[in-house]
């Protein structure tokens, strides 16, 4: 059991923990250098995904009202064009 964590983790679960706690200092530090927090993290994500969600439900709106209008232009030459072959 051991081997397989420790094949998945790349190294022992000691050795893995201790770099991790490392990587995320540095990481840490670098972020608050440039003036992140966990809430503006937090909440940049939260406000993308529910930029996603507002705007793809828009663009969903928007692709009927284009289906609407090329369908004005699109089906009066349809039926144009079925009429015209109909009588050959």
């Known amino acids: 059991m051991a081997d397989g964590v420790n094949r998945f983790l790349g190294d022992s679960l000691g050795r893995t923990i201790v770099k991790l706690i490392v990587v995320c200092l540095v990481v840490g530090f670098v972020l608050a250098f440039f003036g992140f927090t966990p809430d503006n993290i ?12 507002y705007n793809g439900f828009r663009a969903l709106g928007r692709v009927g009202d284009y289906l609407l209008l090329g369908a004005i232009v699109v089906i009066p030459i349809f039926v144009i064009l079925r009429l015209l072959s109909y009588r050959r």
């Open 42 to 53: 937090v909440g940049t994500i939260r406000y993308w995904f529910l930029d996603l969600w």
